[in-house]
């Protein structure tokens, strides 16, 4: 029941990401999160590290698209910033935006990757559309009180799955 909502991958840093994995992967597109995935809650800066794998990204081929819950003022003026496309109001988990993205991208479901930071959001909208998922840690320590809930009930599916990794090697 809880491997519903592990993700496909699990990386330390977005930048870990590179595109010669995505390649031996068939992966030739990226639906990524945001807030706590890409910068801090609610920032509009990205770190030097971050522009640089997104440029890596786009300079050998990978699609890449923000994939946010986040109304369009919130994305906009990051994703202009830097060169991005974006779907705002994503309603994640629900799958009917990412497969859209991803259409949109000129890649079938099992060429995309979904990565984010929260599993009842990101992991389970990408598992919902038929993609492979990669999680992060959040970038930021400050959450709303309600992201601070999801991250509480989240920890018992973490702990699960790392044990199970554990138990893999």
């Given at each position: 029941?809880?491997?519903?909502?592990?993700?496909?991958?699990?990386?330390?840093?977005a930048?870990?990401?590179?595109?010669?994995?995505l390649?031996?992967?068939g992966?030739?597109?990226?639906?990524s999160?945001?807030d706590?995935?890409?910068?801090?809650?609610?920032s509009?800066?990205?770190a030097?590290?971050?522009?640089?794998w997104?440029?890596?990204?786009q300079?050998?081929?990978?699609a890449?698209?923000?994939?946010s819950?986040n109304?369009?003022?919130?994305?906009?003026?990051?994703c202009?910033?830097?060169?991005?496309?974006?779907t705002?109001?994503?309603?994640k988990p629900?799958?009917?935006?990412a497969l859209?993205t991803?259409?949109?991208l000129?890649a079938?479901?099992?060429?995309t990757?979904l990565?984010g930071?929260?599993?009842?959001?990101d992991?389970?909208?990408g598992?919902?559309a038929?993609?492979r998922?990669?999680?992060?840690?959040?970038i930021g320590?400050?959450?709303t009180?309600?992201i601070a809930?999801?991250r509480w009930v989240?920890?018992?599916?973490?702990r699960?799955y790392f044990?199970q990794?554990k138990e893999e090697?």
């Amino acid at each position: 029941m809880l491997k519903l909502f592990y993700p496909t991958y699990y990386f330390s840093h977005a930048w870990e990401i590179t595109p010669e994995f995505l390649r031996a992967q068939g992966i030739r597109a990226v639906l990524s999160d945001l807030d706590d995935t890409l910068t801090c809650h609610d920032s509009q800066e990205l770190a030097p590290e971050y522009a640089a794998w997104l440029a890596r990204l786009q300079a050998e081929g990978i699609a890449l698209c923000i994939l946010s819950n986040n109304a369009e003022a919130r994305i906009r003026p990051f994703c202009e910033r830097n060169g991005l496309q974006y779907t705002p109001k994503a309603k994640k988990p629900l799958r009917a935006a990412a497969l859209a993205t991803a259409e949109r991208l000129g890649a079938k479901p099992e060429e995309t990757l979904l990565l984010g930071d929260q599993i009842f959001t990101d992991i389970l909208c990408g598992k919902n559309a038929g993609m492979r998922t990669a999680a992060v840690p959040p970038i930021g320590r400050k959450a709303t009180k309600f992201i601070a809930f999801k991250r509480w009930v989240e920890k018992p599916v973490w702990r699960a799955y790392f044990r199970q990794r554990k138990e893999e090697v």
